[in-house]
């Protein structure tokens, strides 16, 4: 199981970005894959999540509506659309991925696989 992310990178507050899991060794089919964030002097924490299964998704009340979580399982990969950006979104975002369902979906202990992590920064 590997997952790999992209699409991070510098922002000015406003703007978007579109994040990027790339899972090989695997299909997505059976999994739920969450986004998580790290900032700085900060404990890693959960953003979204979706469950390629039956297409279920899970999103931190603090987003209120500006990311989006998708798949698109012919690239095998998951996708977090983010608008609206703000400084307080500047971190590390890991992909992460666990098969079957998923209790917790805020929580990192219940997804065993992570990627490396791709740095957003915003800027004000």
């Known amino acids: 199981v590997q997952l790999v992310e992209s699409g991070g990178g510098s922002v000015q507050a406003g703007g978007s970005l579109r994040l990027s899991c790339a899972a090989s060794?695997?299909?997505?089919?059976?999994?739920?894959i969450g986004w998580f964030r790290q900032a700085p002097g900060k404990e890693r924490e959960g953003v979204s999540c979706?469950?390629?299964?039956?297409?279920?998704?899970w999103y931190a009340r603090s987003l209120k509506g500006r990311f989006t979580i998708f798949s698109d399982n012919a690239k095998n990969t998951v996708y977090l659309q983010m608008n609206s950006l703000k400084p307080e979104d500047t971190a590390v975002y890991y992909c992460?991925?666990?098969?079957?369902?998923?209790?917790?979906?805020?929580?990192?202990?219940?997804?065993?696989?992570w990627g490396q992590g791709t740095q957003v920064t915003v800027s004000s």
């Open positions: 992460a991925a666990h098969w079957g369902l998923v209790a917790s979906p805020e929580s990192e202990s219940e997804f065993g696989s």
């Open positions: 979706i469950s390629n299964s039956d297409g279920s998704t």
């Open positions: 060794g695997f299909t997505l089919d059976d999994y739920v």
